[in-house]
């Protein structure tokens, strides 16, 4: 088991090469650049916005300018932002602990929801439970992230403030001027975190539920009951048990479409998260805060999907890791 | 002054009230129109980095206030009159509007979509940084927000030598940074210094070194640049840059500047000499300035001023209906369920904004717009009124000549040819020049289809509303248009750089002078914004005696006779000049959003007061 987390972890290595060499080339071959703006402003003239260019750095070769960067990323330098100037690693390091916060509640909320709703459906299938588990599910995956979060900041915050209730902040982490005591900071959280949850919530339900399904006509199932075992026991034990493993995998997987949902419910909560960083500065053409911010994330992409192997091999003791 | 003030408000109660009369009548129209109101496309878009401060292109102005080109001849290059009075009453730069101090203390949230990039007023580029730096900092000279002419600011008065090579400015005394350091003319003698040198990364280094000779401190209280030649925009254009403090940033080696800890804001190193002073900045997320007890036009009356990031559009209009933010612009989709909000008061004003169509002039691009005729025909054809009340809900001006509403050389009496919706001219201009309408309902002429691309930038939502209602109303005439939409950098790209286009349609802004010259002279095909390459030696000898001419009478005169040539030639069209909108809480006084100093013109910032 050691040795397989160790070889996984080198193989690490190439792969993050890889990444890092195709978002390179794409975030340098798209159209502008850092200065682009500059180009239309006519106080600005040619020769500011070539200098400006070039004190940047970005006159080099594009494969020069890879090395540098890589070399410097090995040595721990993330570099400085093109825009604002600030170390990278300071400008991720800000945001991280936020998007974590936000993901990591999606995900135990999505857990909280589909796990009971999508074994009920599969034990009571075809009840009306089950239909309207389906419907929700169905209607879950379809409904957009931005439309949701649109809407419950327009019922919660707007229109519950107008009907004199409690009304939830639309957006930020904490109320500002205050160091955002505890019960601000959960306020703060639930609408973003139960918009990104919404989604996985629904697809991970319609999931379980076949799981369950799949597995209550596995011949072990009837040779646990014909046992004599409780039924609780039987559908827990041996039934739960065996459905979850899968959806083990299947969050590994939903970690990087989780980091993608981030993008769109940051911007709509102005929650300031990797997401909205990765978007801004992709508009913004600030290369070194891309690339850090793609270093960063795929790191912990590949560490979920390892963490998810190695929980197989504990969960699943058929599973040996050479 | 008081004249212009009437003339402002009334303007804007007729727009208020015009606005939601025309609304009615814009589902009506867009029905007209075959436009069935996007929402779902205008929320989508919303989600979209969509950030107006990034893709308005400021044709002539730099980052700060508008520029004035190389002909501003309006100031008398003596000594000006516009210097304060000292008076015992408050003597406010909003003149009677202002309403006097109720309550002190409290605090004002201003919400922003996009976060700020720096705080060193020598390095800033986008006008979020700009709006911010302006608060807590002071320059020589700033433009007066109502009336666009050069007024006061930490010089009491200058003086600009007969052969406009002098410039000679008279500091206040009284005035200190937030540190408690005194502010002299060492001060203003390293800003410019700084901004001209080569490693620092002002976007102004060429254009200052290119004017500027000496810059020099005479005494404590006085400083004095000499100009290489004269240049008449140096007062409103280059003496408005804001000032650093040399005791800070004295000893940084130029190439530092950007990352050091003055420009990334922190508490007690960026200072500046403002009402407010830096306090803390949290990336994307808020800016928190704090009062300066000790502001050389007396202590602002609210405590603290924040900014904060909202980065979705429908969010932030959301967001000052609910209190949690008192200030912030807005797009036109969400001025009536804000207007409707009794603690809101929706302010409305002209902008030097305008949304323009290019045609490609040049023939190794394409050949189809060669003709004036054709040109005319296709905004002929354009039913601009329709356009403006379904995609802008009305906010916003026909334009009938290229010079932008609040300009003083606005002249719409003085143009001939209007373009008022008349597509039967459209087609007969069409047919006179030969492009006859083939089997497919789409003209043609010697073999060739009339058929082009326009392109504007992928996530505005009212340019991709624009050319989608344009290309129904050119097909009406036979004419084939496709729209293609970019992200903004490659849009730029494309725009400026390889010019590959057909057809492209953006936003602009204007300066405040109306000269011109960077979109309609030929010199400006290069390093300008004449991108389509248009060239006519009229228009580039009126612009050439514009530049001559101090009056400015006979300079409206000029821009008139130049506004006909280029309305008969039409290189580009002006569809529109869109208004500013500006939500402001109720409990929030003596703020006054204009389009000279961003949207809430910080200049009288100590003014500002918030009920209890």
């Known amino acids: 088991m050691g040795r397989f987390v160790l070889r996984r972890l080198i193989q690490m290595i190439p792969l993050l090469i890889g990444i890092t060499i195709i978002t390179f080339a794409l975030a340098n071959l798209v159209p502008g650049s850092p200065v682009s703006n500059l180009e239309l402003d006519p106080g600005a003239r040619p020769e500011d916005v070539a200098r400006i260019r070039a004190n940047l750095g970005l006159d080099e070769p594009l494969h020069v300018r890879y090395f540098v960067w890589a070399s410097n990323l090995v040595q721990g330098d993330f570099g400085l932002s093109l825009r604002t100037h600030r170390p990278v690693l300071t400008i991720i390091l800000e945001r991280l602990p936020n998007t974590l916060l936000l993901t990591g509640t999606a995900l135990v909320l999505a857990l909280v929801f589909s796990i009971p709703v999508g074994v009920y459906a599969a034990l009571k299938r075809n009840s009306i439970f089950d239909q309207f588990a389906t419907m929700g599910a169905v209607a879950g995956v379809a409904v957009p992230n931005f439309w949701l979060g649109l809407m419950m900041i327009l019922v919660f915050s707007v229109m519950f403030r107008e009907w004199g209730l409690p009304a939830l902040p639309s957006g930020g982490t904490h109320a500002i001027g205050t160091g955002g005591d505890l019960l601000d900071r959960v306020k703060h959280l639930i609408m973003p975190a139960f918009v990104l949850a919404f989604s996985a919530t629904a697809a991970w339900t319609r999931y379980i539920r076949s ?24 559908t827990f034990r041996h039934g739960l048990r065996n459905a979850l493993l899968p959806l083990v995998t299947l969050m590994a997987l939903e970690v990087p479409t989780l980091f993608g949902g981030a993008v769109i419910v940051e911007t709509i909560f102005s929650w300031p998260g990797i997401g909205r960083l990765i978007i801004t500065a992709a508009s913004q053409r600030d290369y070194t805060v891309i690339m850090g911010t793609v270093v960063i994330v795929s790191v912990l992409v590949i560490l979920a999907n390892l963490l998810a192997d190695v929980m197989y091999a504990v969960l699943d003791p058929r599973i040996r890791y050479e | 002054m008081s004249e212009n003030l009437s003339r402002f408000s009334r303007k804007i109660e007729d727009e208020v009230l015009g606005a939601t009369m025309t609304r009615r009548s814009v589902i009506r129209k867009g029905a007209v129109l075959g436009l069935s109101m996007p929402v779902a496309a205008s929320i989508l878009a919303a989600c979209e980095d969509d950030d107006p401060d990034d893709d308005v292109v400021d044709v002539d102005d730099d980052d700060d206030e508008p520029a004035v ?68 900092s002071r320059a020589l000279v700033i433009n007066h927000p109502l009336t666009t002419e050069p007024h006061p600011q930490l010089a009491e008065s200058w003086d600009i030598s007969d052969d406009g090579i002098e410039y000679t400015f008279n500091l206040r005394e009284d005035v200190t940074w937030h540190d408690g350091e005194q502010l002299t003319a060492q001060d203003v003698v390293f800003t410019y210094e700084t901004h001209m040198h080569e490693d620092t990364g002002s976007p102004r280094t060429a254009e200052l070194t290119d004017r500027i000779d000496t810059v020099e401190a005479v005494d404590d209280y006085t400083v004095q640049f000499t100009l290489n030649f004269p240049a008449s925009p140096f007062l409103q254009v280059n003496c408005i840059y804001r000032l650093i403090p040399e005791h800070i940033l004295g000893d940084v080696e130029p190439a530092d500047i950007a990352a050091h800890d003055y420009s990334i804001g922190t508490e007690g190193v960026t200072i500046g000499c403002g009402p407010f002073q830096f306090q803390e900045w949290v990336s994307d997320d808020h800016i928190t300035l704090v009062k300066y007890p000790d502001y050389y036009e007396g202590e602002p009356n609210i405590d603290q001023w924040i900014m904060r990031v909202v980065p979705d559009q429908t969010v932030l209009a959301q967001q000052l209906g609910t209190g949690e933010l008192d200030v912030g612009s807005i797009q036109e989709s969400d001025f009536e369920s804000l207007d409707a909000q009794e603690h809101v008061n929706v302010h409305m004003y002209d902008t030097f904004n305008f949304t323009f169509y290019a045609y490609q002039l040049d023939e190794e691009r394409t050949t189809l717009f060669q003709e004036p005729e054709v040109r005319q025909a296709l905004l002929y054809a354009l039913d601009r009124e329709a356009l403006i009340s379904a995609i802008r809900f009305g906010i916003g001006e026909v334009a009938t000549g290229t010079m932008p509403v609040p300009s003083w050389a606005y002249n719409p009496e003085g143009i001939e040819r209007h373009y008022d919706y008349d597509p039967d001219q459209a087609r007969e201009l069409l047919d006179s020049v030969g492009w006859v309408e083939g089997d497919d309902g789409i003209r043609e002429r010697d073999g060739e289809r009339f058929s082009f691309e326009i392109y504007t930038n992928a996530g505005n939502e009212i340019r991709e509303q624009y050319v989608a209602v344009m290309q129904e109303q050119w097909r009406e005439i036979g ?49 300008g914004f004449n991108m389509n390459r248009y060239s006519n030696p009229d228009v580039d000898d009126l612009l050439g005696q514009a530049l001559a001419t ?26 529109d000049f869109p208004q500013g909108i500006v939500g402001v809480n109720t409990r929030v006084h003596n703020l006054f959003p204009t389009d000279v100093d961003y949207d809430t013109n910080s200049s009288n910032a100590h003014e500002w007061w918030v009920d209890e």
């Open chain 1, 211 to 234: 799981q369950m399904i799949e597995v209550l006509r596995q011949d072990y199932m009837r040779s646990a009951q014909a046992k004599g075992l409780k039924d609780h026991i039987v």
């Open chain 2, 69 to 136: 080109e190389p002909d501003d001849d309006d100031e008398e290059p003596v000594d000006d009159d516009d210097e304060p009075v000292a008076e015992e009453d408050v003597d406010s730069i909003f003149g009677d509007d202002y309403e006097p101090v109720g309550n002190v203390g409290g605090q004002i949230v201003y919400g922003s979509f996009s976060d700020a990039a720096t705080m060193n007023p020598v390095l800033s580029q986008d006008t979020t940084s700009s709006g911010i730096i302006n608060m807590f």
């Open chain 2, 479 to 527: 004419v084939e248009c496709t729209p293609q939409t970019e992200e903004w950098s490659a849009f730029l790209d494309r725009i400026t750089g390889t010019r590959d286009f057909e057809m492209f349609l953006v936003g602009f802004s204007w300066g405040v002078d109306p000269h011109q010259e960077t979109m309609w002279h030929t010199d400006a095909q290069e390093g």
């Open chain 2, 550 to 575: 101090t009056d400015r009478d006979e300079r409206t005169e000029i821009y008139t006779e130049m506004q006909n040539i280029i309305l008969e030639d039409v290189p580009s069209a002006i569809l």
